[in-house]
């Protein structure tokens, strides 16, 4: 699976982000982030470990958080819709 272009017009590769962390889950075990509010956006470094490519340090915006998680808005071709989950350990605020 392809999202964008890379340099050249070759394609940039989806990937798991392997770090990834929802902060609530349902009875059936799937993950959710319902009733957590969007927030005025704070600049952060997110750490992501790439399923291929291994662990990144990025520029972000976190957008929604509770004490343990945070979800980071990045502009990053490998990850499908510009934002993730993880746990606040793995942001700092820029």
Request: aromatic share 8%; charged share 30%.
């Amino acid at each position: 699976m392809y999202e964008s272009r890379g340099p050249g017009g070759s394609p940039i590769p989806l990937q798991r982000v392997l770090n990834e962390a929802w902060p609530l889950r349902r009875k059936d075990g799937t993950p959710h982030a319902e009733g957590i509010p969007d927030r005025d956006p704070i600049p952060v470094r997110v750490r992501l470990v790439f399923e291929h490519d291994g662990e990144s340090y990025l520029d972000g915006r976190a957008q929604r958080w509770t004490r343990t998680h945070v979800f980071v808005a990045v502009s990053d071709a490998r990850i499908k819709i510009g934002a993730v989950w993880v746990q606040a350990s793995d942001v700092r605020r820029r």
